[in-house]
């Protein structure tokens, strides 16, 4: 692809790069993933690990990815390219900023699958399907989406339409307006949800039990588990961040952000744990139902309860706002890749990277129905009896961003200089060496371990 003169857009202020970081970062891993591997893991003990983890592993990376992103004012694998070429490295590095775009076309094209069931949940709740539902009809709704590839299809067409329609508009037309609108709203309907919650039998126990941390059911898998959560919650290793980073100016305190960022990622995730175990123990059901948490279990509790026929329109459209900011940050930085290294418009490289991803997702669509039986690399112990939306999960989850998050805090912590990190990060001289300290070891053996964990199980 030849490369074509760009002017690179900027954030308009700090308020709407946060936005969007946020948004990129508030996901269906708060909202659908956090509360499940929660009542998985243990509580509150799950919490307290995963809260160290973002402190140690997810604010070190983040910060590395904005940094870089902001010095090369390019895409990903572009920026790679121009720090590395100018600090005389080795060009591979530039292999850093391609995987991270990778990841996030491969995880885009399943995610968009998974916010069209979000999508089909709303228009469940709308029509009040989850009125007088028992344990097997519930999960006979959610089997019955799986199962049918053109309603599966037609969600994640829609889905993908609607992440294309705000990507298309550009860094203020598209990013900053929907994060200015979906954030705040976002918020609004977590409150009211905890807020609701607040009010039934289970709050007292679903409070203690997301927040009380007890010790004893700490295990090295939950602390593994945690840690790789709060990796992946910050959207890290995906390229996002590197891309969003390019947008940012000068004047912006990448250190006091990321933790901003942070604290509203995990707060939104606690107010979802909130929202939704009380509802859980108040109808008796089972905190530790793991995925289904959200798509079985919950519309179960929803049916049966005083006013669940607005609630559960409430939470489900609460669902589709999360996965919809993250969906448009995966987008990103395969647009401006493409903008930037073809001779396509915004607009010409949004369509095309949608188009692609969209394609892409019909093979996720079709592996849980059509193609169920598909194992394609099943001759391997290890993939034995994945389906293709399988593989892609795990190839981006357990290798593709582990190594990509690795080699990008490696790079940083180990090849860049010590004062020129100072000066971009602009944190007092204490500070700086504490984070410097934790980038070069503890960071690198975190990520390192969770890569190691995530193949042997």
């Not at 112990?381 to 357990?398: N, P």
């Amino acid at each position: 692809m030849s490369q074509k003169s760009h002017t690179h857009a900027q954030w308009s202020s700090r308020v709407a790069f946060l936005l969007a970081a946020v948004g990129s970062s508030v996901g269906l891993g708060n909202i659908w993933k956090f509360p499940y591997m929660t009542g998985e893991s243990g509580g509150g003990a799950f919490v307290l690990v995963y809260l160290i983890c973002i402190a140690l592993i997810g604010l070190p990376i983040l910060m590395s990815e904005w940094m870089l992103g902001r010095l090369g004012q390019k895409n990903p694998m572009s920026t790679m390219q121009q720090i590395s070429g100018r600090l005389k490295r080795s060009p591979a590095w530039a292999l850093v900023g391609l995987a991270g775009i990778l990841g996030a076309y491969l995880i885009l094209s399943f995610y968009s699958v998974i916010g069209g069931w979000a999508l089909a949940y709303v228009k469940y709740a709308v029509t009040n399907t989850f009125g007088g539902l028992d344990n097997d009809s519930v999960g006979g709704l959610f089997g019955g989406l799986l199962e049918s590839p053109t309603a599966l299809l037609g969600w994640h067409s829609v889905f993908m339409i609607m992440t294309v329609g705000v990507v298309i508009g550009g860094v203020a037309g598209g990013l900053e307006r929907a994060a200015k609108t979906l954030m705040p709203a976002l918020g609004i309907l977590l409150l009211v949800m905890v807020l609701y919650a607040a009010t039934t039998p289970g709050f007292a126990e679903g409070a203690s039990y997301l927040l009380m941390p007890d010790l004893s059911k700490l295990t090295g898998e939950t602390v593994l588990a945690a840690l790789g959560h709060a990796f992946f919650t910050l959207s890290l290793g995906m390229g996002i961040m590197m891309a969003y980073g390019s947008y940012l100016s000068d004047d912006v305190n990448i250190g006091r952000t990321a933790v901003v960022v942070a604290v509203m990622d995990t707060v939104i995730a606690l107010m979802a744990g909130l929202a939704i175990f009380p509802i859980v123990f108040s109808n008796g059901l089972d905190a530790a139902a793991g995925p289904g948490l959200i798509f079985q279990t919950l519309p179960l509790a929803f049916g049966q309860m005083s006013g669940g026929w607005f609630f559960g329109i409430l939470f489900f459209v609460l669902l589709v706002f999360a996965a919809w900011t993250s969906s448009i940050s995966l987008l990103e930085p395969i647009v401006e890749w493409l903008e930037e290294k073809s001779p396509l418009s915004r607009t010409g490289a949004t369509i095309a990277a949608g188009l692609a991803t969209w394609a892409l997702g019909i093979a996720t669509v079709l592996s849980f129905n059509l193609w169920s039986g598909v194992h394609p690399l099943g001759v391997f112990a290890m993939f034995e009896g994945k389906t293709i939306f399988d593989l892609l999960d795990y190839l981006t989850s357990k290798i593709m961003l582990p190594l990509t998050g690795l080699a990008t805090i490696i790079f940083v912590g180990w090849y860049m200089q010590r004062d020129e990190l100072r000066t971009q990060l602009n944190m007092s001289s204490g500070a700086f060496s504490v984070w410097y300290a934790i980038s070069r070891f503890i960071t690198p053996i975190g990520v390192a371990a969770v890569f190691i964990f995530g193949l042997l199980h």
